[in-house]
């Protein structure tokens, strides 16, 4: 028996949204030119940010979000809009361009204004998606494609999960909610804290001293809110950075690893090596992966 949802069934459902998977033009983190805030401008595909850093409110017509960190929002195709900021506060988003058969029908149950309004926990699923998308860039080749694909589909399909969810009612659970606001906080401050400083040398104890938290609640929230630790996370912050410094072609190994707060060249090594399964001195002066290679030319 078929279950009825908004006057549509889960078949119905299906067939309108998992018949392909979204086509990944480009990603990555970006930091936003003020240009953007000043102009109205269009992209050949669907835009969809993750808000790291700084707030924004995005004009679509005669529509007006504002949203913060931890915010998600979506941008149709060739859809003229403007995101205006303070080019005083950095605006840091992760950003996926994508083209999508289901877009039209996906944007008639999704937008802006109910992606806003999302229940913390369901703002804190999405930031673990994201964040996977932000750590798992490494390889280029037919099956991490299909991953990433995949990823963004399952990301998608979530979020109109929670916004139907949040069509049919809110206010539940409450107290449970103020507990996980106080974990998603913590979770949240300990990230922008290792972005601003993961070049530096890091202990656990350094990190929990800053955020006010003991060492053992600090690591046990982060593993648990998360599906990998707070130094997976660290390091991976690490060593895109340090893929990125490399390919540039300017430092060399030794360098980048210092620049880092790496005091050993050789265990540098060992780990980029590690998490990319390649040694450091491969990527001296090559490309970044497509993905990141091409995130930096949209908007237009």
Known sequence: MKKKRAGLSVLTLEQRFARELPVIDS???????????????????CEMFHIIKGRVRLI???????????????????????????PDQRLE????????????NYFSYVNNARLRRLSSSAKLEAGRMFDHLRMDRQADDDIH???????????????LQECMRGRAGRGRHQR?????????????????????????????NDIARVLKVSPFYLSHVFSQENDFSLFAYLTALR???????????????????????????RYFSKIFRQHFGHTPISTVNTALDPFTRRAKEYPK
């Open 27 to 45: 990603m990555g983190q970006l930091i936003f030119d003020p240009i953007y805030a000043q102009k109205n401008h269009t992209t050949p595909c």
């Open 93 to 104: 988003v992760f950003m996926v361009f994508f083209s999508w058969s289901a877009e039209r």
């Open 145 to 159: 494609r299909l991953l990433v694909r995949s990823r963004v589909l399952t990301l998608l399909l979530f979020l």
């Open 239 to 265: 060593m895109n950075r340090a893929r990125e410094l490399l390919a540039q072609g300017v430092l060399n190994v030794a360098e980048v690893a210092d620049a880092l707060g790496y005091d050993n060249s």
């Open 60 to 86: 679509i017509g005669n529509s007006r979000v504002e949203a913060v960190a931890g915010d998600t929002l979506l941008i149709p195709t060739e859809r003229l809009h403007r995101d205006e900021f303070d």
């Open 176 to 204: 449970q909610l103020s507990g996980l606001q106080r974990r998603q906080s913590l979770m949240l401050r300990a990230k922008a804290f290792l972005e601003a400083h993961f070049h530096e040398p890091l202990t656990l």
